[in-house]
């Protein structure tokens, strides 16, 4: 059973480059979230998707992000333009919505660091 | 989102109990009670979950009020990989089902 996987794990890019993470769900689970986590703060919720179609977007989701699932199974999110601030941990998450308690699985993560 | 209140931080001993408090005075009917940790530089891992009563699985117990106004998760023997921070969560199936994390509670586990 391989677990949600999230690349690449480390990305270190300069001030303006765009970057975009990858991250393919648990097989068969229909519901992918992503999180970004900066030092010493606990995840914060970006959005989430139920099969292929976005249906929340957290505030923190600037325009300059943008987050695709395009046939429903792997995700990328995509940071346009990016600023220091966006130095953080990017995290995926998927879940089997639709039967009781169905558990949110993590990835490892994708670290960020805009110099 | 309901909001959890838990401690900054708690040691323990290596091999002894840790129970970790959790307030949720505004909890909701329809709110489950998640406990997720956090090793370093790792993604969060699901503890156990619970809705009304207490449950209990190979990583810990959780023990809910009788009013679901706070729990305890239950580490019964703490161990050095027992280090991290759990946050307890309470998720809404009627908001998007999403996880929504306050600041958790440092776990140090002294040999």
Request: glycine share 8%.
């Amino acid at each position: 059973d391989t677990g949600v996987s999230q690349n690449p794990r480390h990305k270190i890019t300069k001030r303006g480059q765009n970057v975009t993470f990858r991250c393919d769900p648990i097989s068969e689970h229909n519901r992918l979230y992503w999180y970004r986590q900066t030092l010493g703060q606990g995840p914060e919720f970006l959005t989430y998707f139920q099969n292929e179609a976005q249906l929340e977007k957290s505030r923190l989701l600037s325009d300059r992000f943008s987050a695709e699932r395009p046939k429903g199974s792997f995700s990328t999110l995509e940071i346009q333009r990016t600023e220091q601030g966006d130095s953080a941990m990017y995290l995926c998450a998927s879940s089997l919505e639709g039967i009781s308690g169905n558990t949110i699985y993590f990835g490892e993560g994708s670290w960020l660091t805009v110099v | 989102d309901a909001k959890t209140t838990q401690p900054n931080s708690m040691e323990s001993n290596e091999e002894e109990p840790v129970h970790l408090p959790c307030n949720h005075s505004t909890i909701s009917g329809t709110d489950y009670i998640h406990w997720y940790r956090q090793l370093p530089s790792q993604g969060p891992e699901y503890v156990i979950h619970g809705l009304t009563s207490n449950v209990n699985n190979r990583m810990a117990s959780l023990a809910i009020a009788e009013d679901r106004k706070s729990s305890t998760l239950i580490l019964h023997r703490a161990t050095l990989r027992d280090a991290a921070v759990y946050y307890c969560i309470l998720r809404d199936q009627a908001a998007g089902n999403k996880l929504t994390f306050g600041g958790g509670t440092r776990v140090l586990v002294k040999p």
